[in-house]
């Protein structure tokens, strides 16, 4: 189970940290992703993170800005947002799986998503 946190609202060129909890064992077995869905589009790629942290892979349009990280003692992935636009207001779900993976159909678990909105 994933349980995701960290939304809120800031103004246009702040940040925002969203973490992810994942329940049960084995976490650090997982890919971790984060995606978003604003509202009237469909889910999108965000940020994905590899089994030890090493390996990350961004969106194009968070590249720069966005960071992904995990904390495998505490069962935690984050997002760190710096430089936020009011395009990136969105919902934003952490997901877990066992691919190095961009598509969210290959994650196979999904936390509930935090909503992130972005004033400007």
């Known amino acids: 189970q994933l349980q995701a946190s960290g939304g809120g609202l800031v103004q246009a060129g702040g940040s925002l940290r969203l973490s992810c909890l994942a329940s049960?064992?084995?976490?650090?077995?997982?890919?971790m992703g984060w995606f978003r869905q604003a509202p009237g589009k469909e889910r999108a790629f965000v940020a994905r993170?590899?089994?030890?942290?090493?390996?990350?892979f961004y969106a194009d349009s968070v590249k720069g800005r966005f960071t992904i990280s995990r904390d495998n003692a505490k069962n935690t992935v984050y997002l760190q947002m710096n430089n936020l636009r009011p395009e990136d207001a969105a919902v934003y779900y952490c997901a877990a799986g066992t691919r190095f993976t961009t598509r969210d159909y290959e994650f196979d678990y999904w936390g509930q998503g935090t909503e992130v909105t972005v004033s400007s």
């Open positions: 049960g064992r084995s976490f650090d077995l997982y890919v």
């Open positions: 993170l590899s089994r030890s942290g090493g390996g990350t």
